[in-house]
């Protein structure tokens, strides 16, 4: 049973922060989203994460996209073994294809394994209406109706006093997400509710480790430009010796500013250019997924001046849109 968010030191810089808070905190998620399946299941016996067996059902997964796909293996009260397959929808844009693939994946478990699994969405795009539940088709001698489970983490922003009284993980997990959408064009606002998200896992009395793997979370979905950062992070310290408290040291953080260190380390080496380069490149691919050989030749070819620019403006993509559009707008012919 994996519950250590370090254990995979070979994750991708790309693969969203999801997937390690789920891993973290599992029994909890299912608690707060689906309590249903949560009922279900034996918590007294230990679960598996199947990443090998993922992989070979989702080979076909589009490349670029940054999916945080589980899968699962827990066991029943009445003692029999269940598969669950958990995704995390974390584009900015509904996908057409979306219902097709949750059917896709759970057929494929199925033909593979020969194991029946409970699949289950956690939606975090910014779109009310988009609210898929099935995939379907008819025919006159055949039909297929596959109904899958979700939760649109847009409908807690009714909830959020409830957010605020809850001591589950993923109520702060929420909290944050909805806040840096609520942010996205307001970085002072986004400065002050990550504070004080971060000060809130204080108040709540959690242990050390809890409070580490939730700062990494809000830490890394609610980036904050350059100065705002060193901002933020000297106000930290000087919050942290109030309560003396050091759990959160500059060397666990995995946001903005612990990439600009890298970029400076790589700088003088390479000069100061090269070392931009590889750090925009870096977290690019944290923000919007795998970059084709093309788009890194096109980064390459940004002056100094500009690679600065996108470093700012890549705080707020949220999908490969987003950075093609300002290569469009903002490249030279």
């Known amino acids: 049973m994996k519950n250590d968010m370090n254990t995979d030191s070979e994750r991708a810089d ?24 949560y009922a279900l299941i034996d918590w007294e016996r230990p679960y598996e994460f199947l990443d090998k067996e993922f992989q070979q059902i989702a080979r076909e997964a589009e490349q ?14 009445q003692g029999e073994e269940l598969w669950l397959l958990i995704h995390v929808e974390i584009q900015t844009q509904k996908e057409d294809n979306f219902t097709k693939r949750m059917f896709t994946y759970n057929f494929r478990i199925f033909d593979r394994f020969d194991r029946p699994a409970i699949s289950l969405a956690i939606l975090c795009d910014p779109n009310r209406e988009w609210r ?16 899958f489970g ?3 983490l847009l409908d807690y922003e009714n909830r959020f006093h409830e ?21 996205r064009s307001s970085p002072e606002q986004r400065k002050i509710w990550k504070f004080s998200l ?27 430009p350059k100065a ?21 040291t500059t060397g666990e953080r995995i946001g903005y500013e612990r990439g600009k260190q890298e970029g400076k380390q790589e700088g003088k080496q390479e000069g100061k250019k090269e070392g931009e380069q590889q750090l925009i490149l870096k977290l690019l691919q944290r923000r919007v997924g795998e ?16 690679l600065e620019n996108l470093g700012e403006a890549l705080l707020d993509f949220t999908a490969m849109e987003d950075l093609l559009n300002w290569l469009q707008t903002n490249q030279s012919a």
């Not at 790309?14 to 299912?30: G, H, L, R, V």
């Not at 025919?139 to 109904?147: A, D, G, K, V, W």
């Not at 809000?218 to 980036?223: T, Y």
């Open 14 to 37: 790309f693969d969203s922060p999801w997937k390690e808070i789920i891993e973290a905190y599992f029994p909890q998620a299912m608690d707060f989203f689906f309590s249903e399946t």
């Open 64 to 77: 670029g996209k940054r999916y945080a796909d589980q899968l699962v293996k827990v066991w029943q009260t």
């Open 132 to 147: 898929p539940s099935n995939y379907s088709y008819n025919y006159p001698n055949t039909r297929l109706n596959f109904e």
């Open 150 to 152: 979700s939760v649109k």
């Open 163 to 183: 957010l605020e009284n809850s001591d589950n993980p993923f109520a702060t997990v929420v909290m944050a997400h909805l806040k840096t959408q609520q942010t």
């Open 198 to 224: 971060i000060r809130r896992l204080y108040d709540l009395g959690l242990e050390e480790q809890d409070i580490r793997n939730l700062y990494r979370f809000i830490d890394w979905v609610m980036i904050l």
């Open 228 to 248: 705002l950062e060193n901002q933020f992070w000297e106000e930290f310290k000087q919050f942290e010796q109030e309560r003396t408290m050091r759990y959160v």
């Open 291 to 306: 970059l084709s050989p093309e788009l890194q030749e096109r980064i390459q070819s940004l002056s100094l001046n500009q």
